[in-house]
Nanobody, 121 residues
Framework: QVQLVESGGGLVQAGGSLRLSCAASGSIFSINTMGWFRQAPGKQREFVALITSGGITNYADSVKGRFTISRDNAKNTVYLQMNSLKPEETAVYYC???????????????WGQGTLVTVSS
């Protein structure tokens, strides 16, 4: 079994910053991409950022220049530094990763339980 556990969510004022963390644990042989998605109330889940095992990053246009994704491969952990937060970015933020449990297995997509980020105006 593999699981992702997010942390770092909370309440922040508009213009403020938060850093989210997501640690993968369990039977892990290899992790391909790790990323973040978010879901605001009444809206569909949307892509925020991802990072490959080699460190290549990709961001949603709405967060470019304000959010930074990084990962520590030794700790199987991905981070999301969020700066200049806006009230409309209030959402549950979900961690996502493609994980291979053994060299015999294919990569499976795993989701965390989500962490709430609330940005007050």
């Amino acid at each position: 079994q593999v699981q992702l556990v997010e942390s770092g969510g909370g309440l922040v004022q508009a213009g403020g910053s938060l850093r989210l963390s997501c640690a993968a644990s369990g039977s892990i042989f290899s992790i391909n991409t790790m990323g973040w998605f978010r879901q605001a109330p009444g809206k569909q889940r949307e892509f925020v950022a991802l990072i490959t095992s080699g460190g290549i990053t990709n961001y949603a246009d709405s967060v470019k220049g304000r959010f930074t994704i990084s990962r520590d491969n030794a700790k199987n952990t991905v981070y999301l530094q969020m700066n200049s937060l806006k009230p409309e970015e209030t959402a549950v933020y979900y961690c996502n990763a493609k994980i291979q449990s053994s060299w015999l297995d294919r990569y499976l997509e795993v989701w965390g339980q989500g962490t709430l980020v609330t940005v007050s105006s």
